[in-house]
T-cell receptor, first 108, second 115 residues
Framework: AQTVTQSQPEMSVQEAETVTLSCTYDTSESDYYLFWYKQPPSRQMILVIRQEAYKQQNATENRFSVNFQKAAKSFSLKISDSQLGDAAMYFCACSLVFGKGTKLTVNP | NAGVMQNPRHLVRRRGQEARLRCSPMKGHSHVYWYRQLPEEGLKFMVYLQKENIIDESGMPKERFSAEFPKEGPSILRIQQVVRGDSAAYFC?????????????FGQGTRLTVV
């Protein structure tokens, strides 16, 4: 069975600063994908970034990047130049299994 | 290209009634996933379906819950004899391919309230 753990229920960051959200996972599969989703107050789930486990290079999407440590089964999300619109719940997922989320607050 | 459509957006049921939640996947998507989100919690996987087949129902409660994805029409998540503990947001997602790498596109959810 797969498990995903997000150890930070809440995080805050100042506007324009950088923040890192943690995620660890466990899976018995050799080929899998990892995702970060954002859920703003509207509750719409939005894909932020995706990482293929067989690729060593960390995925990057504009201000969002990941630090993927396969041996440690760690998949953290870094948000650079944080904006007020980044405030949301962030969920890490391994294939179909989601973590419990991290609530990110961005302070002006 | 319409996204994943869920209806109704809000559903109120009395204890003991049946709840039917509908999900129309994106055009061209043949894989559907249902999740439940309790207040202040993450998404809990319930079931994964392809057309006319249940692929993985490991997250479905053994009783009162069922899901289908017929050849024609939307996917339906059915909850019989609802109880207060069923109150939650239910999300549907769809993808064109299998589970591992394909991005799943989410609907806006159905908020079920049992009174």
């Amino acid at each position: 069975a797969q498990t995903v753990t997000q150890s930070q229920p809440e995080m805050s960051v100042q506007e324009a600063e950088t923040v890192t959200l943690s995620c660890t996972y466990d899976t018995s599969e050799s080929d899998y994908y990892l995702f970060w989703y954002k859920q703003p107050p509207s509750r719409q789930m939005i894909l932020v970034i995706r990482q293929e486990a067989y690729k060593q290079q960390n995925a990057t999407e504009n201000r969002f990047s990941v630090n993927f440590q396969k041996a440690a089964k760690s998949f953290s999300l870094k948000i650079s130049d944080s904006q007020l619109g980044d405030a949301a719940m962030y969920f890490c997922a391994c294939s179909l299994v989601f973590g419990k989320g991290t609530k990110l607050t961005v302070n002006p | 290209n319409a996204g994943v459509m869920q209806n109704p957006r809000h559903l109120v049921r009395r204890r003991g009634q049946e709840a039917r939640l509908r999900c129309s996947p994106m055009k061209g998507h043949s894989h559907v996933y249902w999740y439940r989100q309790l207040p202040e919690e993450g998404l809990k996987f319930m079931v994964y379906l392809q057309k006319e087949n249940i692929i993985d129902e490991s997250g479905m409660p053994k009783e009162r819950f069922s899901a289908e994805f017929p050849k024609e029409g939307p996917s339906i998540l059915r909850i019989q004899q609802v109880v207060r503990g069923d109150s939650a947001a239910y999300f549907c997602a769809s993808s064109p391919g299998g589970t591992r790498g394909t991005e799943a596109f989410f609907g806006q959810g159905t908020r079920l309230t049992v009174v």
